[in-house]
């Protein structure tokens, strides 16, 4: 049987001479690729996407005579933009189209689940192999998925107070492993520059503790960093225009001053998470200060900015770290939407827990984590799409 597939194009990435798309195929599950593609087809089209604008593209699957297309959409609005492809791209294309399971698409050689996979296949064990998913994909799903996708732009408005306690079981056993060669992208210097120039939208707090903002904006925030993740997310929410805040643990910067810089040389937030992510609220005083004073000197020393954003680990505080905060000019910084990255560890659930969710002043409680990179595209291009506003908090 014929198989329906929509073919997201969500990046295009250049490693050494090599350049592949980074794809999601949406089927009842969605899974995302890295399509080692000929130069010639991957300059054609990076020249007529933009993946700063919140666009959502999909690849043809149709292309004859060298000519392929592909759908920009936005908000409600589409346009088709032809280019010029190869014949190998043309002939992979249809090698995907006629994969019946993931099984089959796995034995592409052109296909890889991520960059490094080919170079690292003796890392046994290592955790950043990912499960394969092999589950059957049934036509009507797929319509249906389709529909979801391009048509809908509903928000359930399910609206989640904050909850203190959700962060509790948040595994705090989050450790480095090794790096992924972080892919340049194929832009070109002049508009390289005009990325980095380009404002990144930032609200000030005022309210000593914050769990939302008004209707219209969104912010993203990064909890227990830095970590090998860092410079992906920074990445990703540039090449959206997006904002975004990380609040970071003392202890991890040692491992990974880089990241830190990485974030505040790209104009992002960063607030404090404490020093070694105790509970707050079962903390004496003097642990608290010591927590709070030692690990804003800490961001500081790198950053060479004042730190005035705190989020306590698990959400937990007491009356003295209200006060503490207040002397340390600490503005607290909670949650409306925790779509449990740290649970599920699963990019298709975080992304439909945070779709389940009034997104609309909301503010949005991630974690680094691999997962979390990887539905981090279809979360900002969905938030988007919904015509929100993404900021920093400053
Ligand atoms: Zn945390």
């Not at 919140?54 to 149709?62: A, M, P, T």
């Not at 006629?98 to 960059?115: D, V």
């Not at 009356?319 to 905060?325: A, R």
Request: charged share 20%; glycine share 4%; net charge negative.
């Amino acid at each position: 049987m014929h198989q329906v597939k929509l073919l997201q194009l969500i990046r295009i990435h250049k490693q050494g001479d090599t350049h592949y798309l980074h794809i999601m195929l949406h089927a009842n599950e969605k899974t995302t690729y890295y399509w080692q593609v000929d130069r010639e087809t991957a300059i054609r089209l990076q020249a007529i996407t933009d993946f700063s604008k919140g666009y959502f593209y999909q690849l043809s699957w149709e292309s004859t005579h060298r000519q392929s297309h592909i759908t920009q959409t936005y908000r409600n609005e589409s346009k088709n933009l032809g280019f010029i492809c190869s014949k190998r791209y043309a002939e992979q294309l249809t090698q995907i189209q006629h994969a019946e399971s993931t099984e089959q698409l796995e034995e592409l050689a052109f296909l890889s689940r991520n960059l490094a996979f080919k170079q690292e296949t003796s890392l046994s064990g290592s955790r950043k192999q990912r499960k394969q998913r092999k589950l059957p994909w049934p036509l009507t799903a797929t319509f249906i998925l389709l529909l979801a996708i391009l048509s809908s732009f509903t928000c359930h408005a399910i609206f989640t107070n904050v909850n203190a306690d959700s962060e509790k079981q948040e595994e705090t056993t989050e450790q480095p492993i090794q790096e992924e060669p972080k892919p340049e992208t194929m832009l070109p210097e002049d508009s390289m520059t005009s990325e980095e120039e380009r404002a990144i939208p930032a609200v000030a707090l005022d309210a000593e503790i914050s769990s939302g903002l008004d209707e219209g904006m969104v912010a993203l925030t990064f909890d227990d960093g830095p970590s090998d993740y860092s410079k992906q997310i920074v990445d990703i929410l540039t090449e959206f225009g997006a904002g975004g805040t990380f609040f970071l643990i003392g202890s991890n910067m040692d491992e990974h001053p880089d990241s830190v810089e990485y974030i505040h040389d790209n104009n992002f937030s960063i607030g404090t998470h404490s020093v070694n992510h105790i509970n707050f609220a079962s903390s004496s005083l003097a642990t608290q200060k010591g927590e709070l004073q030692q690990s804003i000197e800490m961001i500081e020393a790198v950053t060479g900015e004042a730190v005035t954003l705190f989020r306590p680990p698990y959400g937990q505080m007491n009356e003295d770290t209200k006060q503490l905060s207040r002397e340390l000019g600490q503005r607290i910084v909670l949650w409306n939407n925790d779509p449990k990255d740290w649970e599920s560890r699963n990019a298709s659930n975080i992304l439909q827990q945070v779709k389940s969710q009034d997104v609309s002043g909301s503010i949005i409680l991630l974690h680094e984590t691999e997962a979390t990179v990887d539905a981090l595209p279809e979360i900002i291009s969905y938030l988007q799409e919904q015509g929100l506003q993404l900021v920093s908090l400053q």
